[in-house]
């Protein structure tokens, strides 16, 4: 496709269950990013990937949340047991290239997680 | 570290009035990016701008207009003639190669535009 897709699109889980969450970059894109936004709240940095770098996991609350991204396209986020906090929008962006930082990032549309 | 600060949370006005969205960032880069996206109630973040540190031409596209002072660290956003389609939250953001190109948000401005 022509933008960064996530899926699902929404996602209700049991709390306590584990979770992955989706994101197949723009094609060609080396930098993919997640974010969390809670309802209301600004965006909260969760992890980057830049090339064959090691991510960034600077942004990730605990060690429940993990993020992976196979032959440097597709990246899956995963929630173990999960909580109730962890209900918010998890957004994903990927960019043409990291460095030199001269190029926007592409968001999804989101994947709206919500833990009862 | 870097940081973006948008010290306006909210913002209501009557349509046809302008209006100016605060930006203030903190790096200790030389060489960094700015940019403002536009989140509308559907969700999905619109990227509107991005401006480099090297270029502080103000910009202006249709109703938009950017401007870049790097003497105050500052990226404001001005819309003229503000229209109800323009309600949205506006996020400002930062990436700097020093900072390993980790795009920072601030917290965003919601905006109002009333009829």
């Known amino acids: 496709g022509a933008g960064v897709s996530q899926s699902p699109s929404n996602k209700v889980t049991e709390k306590g269950k584990d979770v992955e969450l989706r994101c197949d970059p723009i094609?060609?894109?080396?930098?993919l990013y997640w974010y969390r936004q809670s309802l209301g709240q600004g965006l909260e940095f969760l992890i980057y990937?830049?090339?064959?770098?090691?991510?960034?996991k600077s942004g990730l609350p605990s060690d429940r949340f993990s993020a992976e991204r196979t032959g440097g396209s597709v990246s899956t986020l995963t929630i173990q047991r999960t909580q109730q906090e962890d209900s918010a929008v998890y957004l994903c962006?990927?960019?043409?290239?990291?460095?030199?930082?001269?190029?926007?990032?592409?968001f999804g549309q989101g994947t709206r997680l919500t833990v009862v | 570290a870097q940081k973006v600060t948008q010290a306006q949370t909210e913002i209501s006005v009557v349509e046809k009035e302008d209006v100016t969205l605060d930006c203030v960032y903190e790096?200790?880069?030389?060489?960094?990016?700015l940019f403002w996206y536009k989140q509308p109630p559907s969700g999905e973040l619109v990227f509107l701008i991005r401006?480099?540190?090297?270029?502080?031409q103000n910009e202006i596209s249709g109703r938009y207009s950017w401007n870049f002072q790097k003497s105050t660290s500052s990226f404001n956003f001005t819309i003229t003639a503000s229209q109800v389609v323009d309600s949205a939250v506006y996020f400002c953001?930062?990436?700097?190669?020093?900072?390993?190109?980790?795009?920072?948000f601030g917290g965003g401005t919601r905006l109002m535009v009333k009829p």
């Open positions: 962006a990927s960019s043409p290239s990291g460095t030199g930082g001269n190029t926007e990032a592409f």
């Open positions: 094609s060609g894109h080396t930098a």
């Open positions: 990937f830049q090339g064959n770098s090691a991510p960034d």
């Open positions: 790096t200790r880069d030389t060489t960094y990016y």
């Open positions: 401006r480099n540190s090297f270029d502080e």
């Open positions: 953001a930062l990436k700097s190669y020093n900072a390993g190109n980790m795009l920072t």
